[in-house]
């Protein structure tokens, strides 16, 4: 049991590890942007949407290896606990 604890607990810091950066690029561009369309006062629903995908795919292009790499490692630390976790 302590071997998917550990398993569990690295999937859940992985997420968190990808996740939170987007979302926080994400968030600010989408205040940004905000922001910039209070001032001029114009209320256009894809100027808020494209920005944000923009700023994702860069990030994406940016760090999108090393992502991978972090869920390459939890694949294979996943692959090597399945003996412990079947018990054979």
């Known amino acids: 049991?302590?071997?998917?604890?550990?398993?569990?607990?690295d999937a859940l810091l992985t997420t968190a590890t990808l996740a939170l950066p987007m979302?926080?690029?994400a968030a600010l561009v989408g205040t940004a942007?905000?922001?910039?369309?209070a001032a001029t006062q114009v209320q256009?629903?894809?100027l808020t949407l494209l920005p944000k995908v923009l700023a994702l795919g860069l990030m994406v292009a940016t760090f999108g290896g090393a992502?991978?790499?972090l869920l390459a490692e939890l694949f294979d630390r996943a692959v090597s606990a399945?003996?412990?976790?079947?018990?054979s």
């Not at 399945?82 to 018990?87: H, K």
């Open 1 to 9: 049991m302590e071997t998917f604890d550990a398993l569990l607990h």
């Open 23 to 25: 979302l926080g690029v």
């Open 33 to 37: 942007v905000a922001v910039v369309q």
């Open 44 to 46: 256009e629903q894809t």
């Open 67 to 69: 992502g991978m790499q």
């Open 82 to 87: 399945i003996p412990w976790l079947t018990g």
